[in-house]
């Protein structure tokens, strides 16, 4: 058996943390749904049904974990020999940028796409403000820092990167020149194109029967 087993469905968030499996180099199977076929026993291990969801098969146990930010870092951390996790002086920017983009970016982005609008004078209610001042924070840092712990590539960047690959792929992020930059350097990465290329191929097998 692999030590982990990745419940995913090939066009989702699951993109996200397969990404990060192939950073990490885990030893995975994994178990892909469509919704159609998404079983009923799926709940036992996320009782919000959602993928992506992880187990790892360790000492005896079946450690489940969700939410890919968290998932992405977990495999950082039972990685340590892939070198993903910040070290002491990339800590800080690492785990700011994770939550933020776990938090603030992603409900801001939500929250446009389904046309919720924050109330006149709630923004200082709303977590993430607005979404131009979400966008604006991530761009000056984008224009300062190649990465999103400081100058190299670290496992925040597979969660926060995956954001931006998506949001300036489906125009829910401005094509900002930092943004651009920054996608450009992180889809380079051998992981990036693995991963990519398993789902890829399941999704054109779901599509052509
Ligand atoms: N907060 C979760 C979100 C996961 C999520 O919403 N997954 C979607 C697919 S992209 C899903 O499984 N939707 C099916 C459903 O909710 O029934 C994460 O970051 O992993």
Redesign the pocket.
Known sequence: MAEFTFYT?AM???Q??RWALHEAGADYEHVVFD?AT?PDTFREINP?????ALVHHHGGHDHVI????A?NHYLAETHPQAGLLPDTHEKAAYFRWLFFA?GPL?QAIIARALGWEVPEGKSGTAGFGSLDLVIDTLDKWLIGNDFIAGSRFTMADTYVGSQFVWGLRFGSIPKRPSFRAYVERITQRPAYAEANAIDAKLIAEAQNG
């Open positions: 469905v989702s968030r699951g996200i943390s919704w998404r919000m049904n959602k993928v992506p969700t939410e890919c930010a998932i776990a992603e």
